[in-house]
């Protein structure tokens, strides 16, 4: 499981950033991005020693100043569903259902005309 | 190369460069050392206080921040005793002139 894969399922999940300085920010993630940079909403941000807490509307973090980030331990169960699904999707659509022409061969040599064939030869 | 790889699904101690440990379970990992663990929990070892387990869920570490990556046993963890157990605060990594 890549770290970024995980934090991209967590959309709209809420979240609590540890950053560098110790500041921690508690919020509902909204996005992010291949470099960890991430926006939040409705943001609890309290200082690194924890006695000063004031709110955010929304922000934008950059990811080189985030040392963790922690969520619900439930998030792990959903993301590893979501894989399956997304994973049985994918092979359902590649070799499942409707295999029909993944099966050898299936060019039309004898000229039957219902598969596509040379319309001359099946009419003679 | 060397691949975190043997260490998917194990128990985990995770140290950071702000001398923190960490416990969980390892799910996952990128090139950049980014980690995922799942059932995370900080340890704080305090002199003259019993030791404190902080439960912290699901956790994605970012890569600047680890330090070392160690498995453990689960069974010898389970018998040892940690609340007697004291330490001082690990050092951070940064070699600060204070």
């Given at each position: 499981m890549l770290p970024l894969f995980l934090l991209n399922s967590v959309k709209g999940q809420?979240i609590?950033?540890?950053?560098?300085?110790?500041?921690?920010?508690?919020?509902?993630l909204t996005n992010c991005d291949s470099w960890m940079n991430i926006?939040?909403?409705?943001?609890?941000?309290?200082?690194?020693?924890?006695?000063?807490?004031?709110?955010?509307?929304?922000?934008?973090?950059?990811?080189?100043?985030?040392?963790?980030i922690?969520m619900?331990?439930?998030l792990?169960?959903?993301f590893?569903?979501e894989q399956?699904?997304e994973?049985?999707?994918?092979?359902?659509?590649?070799?499942?259902?409707?295999?029909?022409?993944?099966?050898?061969?299936?060019?039309?040599?004898?000229?039957?005309?219902?598969?596509?064939?040379?319309?001359?030869?099946?009419?003679? | 190369?060397?691949?975190?790889?043997?260490?998917?699904?194990?128990?985990?101690?995770?140290?950071?460069?702000?001398?923190?440990?960490?416990?969980?379970?390892?799910?996952?990992?990128d090139?950049?050392?980014?980690?995922v663990?799942?059932?995370?929990?900080?340890?704080?070892?305090?002199?003259?206080?019993?030791?404190?387990?902080?439960?912290?869920?699901?956790?994605i570490?970012?890569?600047?921040?680890?330090?070392?990556?160690?498995?453990?046993?689960?069974?010898?963890?389970?018998?040892?005793?940690?609340?007697?157990?004291?330490?001082?605060?690990?050092?951070?990594?940064?070699?600060?002139?204070?």
């Amino acid at each position: 499981m890549l770290p970024l894969f995980l934090l991209n399922s967590v959309k709209g999940q809420p979240i609590m950033v540890e950053l560098k300085r110790g500041e921690t920010l508690n919020g509902t993630l909204t996005n992010c991005d291949s470099w960890m940079n991430i926006t939040m909403k409705d943001i609890v941000v309290s200082d690194a020693h924890g006695e000063n807490f004031y709110k955010l509307k929304s922000t934008y973090v950059k990811g080189i100043h985030i040392k963790y980030i922690t969520m619900s331990n439930d998030l792990i169960d959903k993301f590893r569903e979501e894989q399956l699904k997304e994973r049985e999707y994918y092979r359902h659509r590649n070799n499942g259902g409707n295999n029909y022409q993944r099966r050898g061969n299936r060019r039309n040599y004898n000229g039957n005309q219902r598969y596509g064939g040379h319309s001359n030869r099946s009419q003679a | 190369m060397s691949s975190l790889k043997p260490y998917l699904q194990k128990n985990v101690k995770v140290i950071t460069v702000d001398g923190r440990l960490f416990l969980g379970m390892l799910e996952g990992f990128d090139n950049n050392t980014n980690i995922v663990i799942s059932s995370a929990k900080e340890r704080v070892f305090f002199k003259d206080r019993p030791t404190e387990d902080m439960e912290m869920g699901l956790c994605i570490v970012r890569g600047n921040e680890v330090v070392a990556i160690c498995d453990y046993d689960e069974e010898e963890e389970a018998v040892t005793d940690y609340t007697n157990i004291h330490a001082e605060k690990l050092k951070d990594t940064k070699n600060s002139l204070i």
